[in-house]
């Protein structure tokens, strides 16, 4: 297992693994856009030289923005998705942020728990955020 930081290069197989995990996934196009923005950070993990695992945040001034975590399916409660966060979290505070924050679908226990335990806390619903229409839960975490 190789935990790393994105490659342009990377971007086939996470937009390929973002398809998989997700009903409304990011296009290779936005995946690319946020990595070329200068704002962004993102993450993986390997598994014999196959993207399992990856992440990426939007870090601004003092704030952190987590926008994307996902394992493959083979690969979850494993501790990758908890490892993805944590060194996207070190890194928004390496660069200055103060506060990180992400929105989950409400749908998604397994991944609020997961936030719930790395120390975030839920502020509110966003009503129809998803494009099939499901709500999000906004969660907050202090850093630092």
Same mark, same amino acid.
């Given at each position: 297992?190789?935990?790393?930081?994105?490659?342009? !290069?990377?971007?086939?197989? $996470?937009?390929?693994?973002?398809?998989? #995990?997700?009903?409304?996934?990011?296009? %290779?196009?936005?995946?690319?856009?946020?990595?070329?923005? *200068? %704002?962004?950070?993102?993450?993986?993990?390997?598994?014999? *030289?196959?993207?399992?695992?990856?992440?990426?945040? &939007?870090?601004?001034?003092?704030?952190?923005? $987590?926008?994307?975590?996902?394992?493959? !399916?083979?690969? +979850?409660? #494993? *501790?990758?998705?908890?490892?993805?966060? !944590? =060194?996207?979290? +070190?890194?928004?505070?390496?660069? &200055?942020?103060?506060?990180?924050?992400? =929105? /989950?679908?409400?749908?998604?226990?397994?991944?609020?728990?997961?936030?719930?335990?790395?120390?975030?806390?839920?502020?509110? #619903? +966003?009503?129809?955020?998803?494009?099939? &229409?499901?709500?999000? /839960?906004?969660?907050?975490?202090?850093? &630092?």
């Amino acid at each position: 297992m190789m935990l790393r930081e994105w490659r342009m !290069e990377d971007l086939d197989e $996470i937009a390929a693994l973002e398809a998989e #995990c997700f009903s409304d996934p990011w296009t %290779r196009r936005m995946l690319a856009d946020s990595f070329l923005s *200068g %704002r962004f950070y993102g993450v993986l993990i390997e598994e014999d *030289g196959t993207v399992v695992a990856y992440g990426g945040v &939007g870090i601004a001034f003092d704030e952190a923005e $987590i926008q994307l975590i996902a394992v493959s !399916e083979m690969y +979850r409660r #494993c *501790g990758r998705g908890r490892m993805i966060l !944590e =060194e996207l979290l +070190r890194e928004a505070e390496r660069r &200055g942020a103060k506060q990180a924050f992400l =929105e /989950v679908r409400v749908s998604n226990a397994s991944a609020q728990i997961l936030y719930l335990k790395s120390g975030f806390t839920g502020l509110y #619903c +966003r009503t129809r955020y998803y494009a099939d &229409g499901e709500d999000a /839960v906004v969660m907050k975490k202090e850093l &630092g």
